[in-house]
């Protein structure tokens, strides 16, 4: 039996949540340190290119034309607000090892990484960018990429999780 203090899978939750904060803080490290601001490399012609971007907006780029002081502001405290929520979630739910718990992980690695940066800088770098012709997705990181996964995990044991039930009652 473990302690009700922590169980054996909420450390393997934190070094999922430390290994997304540790991949992101190198990826956005390297780009800044060896591709020029509003530059890039093409990787797959007419599909993806690593670029660096700043974004000082929210995800997808959303306030980030916004000149208002609060901006920065208002974006660190949701993201602490969002942090508090998951490690609540996690601590609560995260006694095994499931898709739950990895989910909400990737979330708080990648969140912790995006809050690094507006902390730092009042920026997040951004790097990863696909298109098509002139369609393009808005460029994202590995913080990004890690709350998107652990969102869809989420979705997916919410779906599932509630279909199976029904099919048994």
């Known amino acids: 039996m473990t302690s009700d ?4 899978a909420h450390g393997k939750h934190l070094l999922i949540a430390v290994v997304v904060l540790a ?3 190198l990826t956005k490290w390297l780009i800044a340190r060896d591709i020029a601001l509003h530059d890039y490399i093409q990787i797959i012609p007419g599909f993806f290119r690593l670029t660096h971007v700043e974004n000082r907006g929210a995800a997808f780029s959303l306030f980030a034309d916004s000149n208002a002081p609060w901006r920065t502001s208002l974006l660190v405290t949701f993201s602490l607000v969002a942090l508090v929520i998951v490690l609540a979630l996690l601590w609560k739910n ?3 090892l499931s ?3 990895v989910g909400l992980s990737l979330i708080l690695g990648g969140a912790l990484g995006n809050l690094w940066d507006r902390l730092m800088t009042g920026r997040v770098v951004d ?3 696909f298109y098509i012709g002139q369609y393009q997705w808005p460029a994202f990181n590995v913080a990004d990429s890690a709350i ?3 969102a869809g995990l989420l979705a997916i044991e ?3 999780t509630k279909t199976a039930e029904k ?3």
Do not use: C, N
């Open 158 to 160: 919410i779906l599932f």
């Open 5 to 8: 203090k922590q169980s054996p």
């Open 99 to 101: 898709s739950t718990g």
């Open 148 to 150: 998107v996964v652990g």
């Open 23 to 25: 991949l992101d803080r």
């Open 94 to 96: 995260g006694h095994s």
């Open 167 to 169: 099919k048994l009652a």
């Open 127 to 129: 790097f990863l960018l």
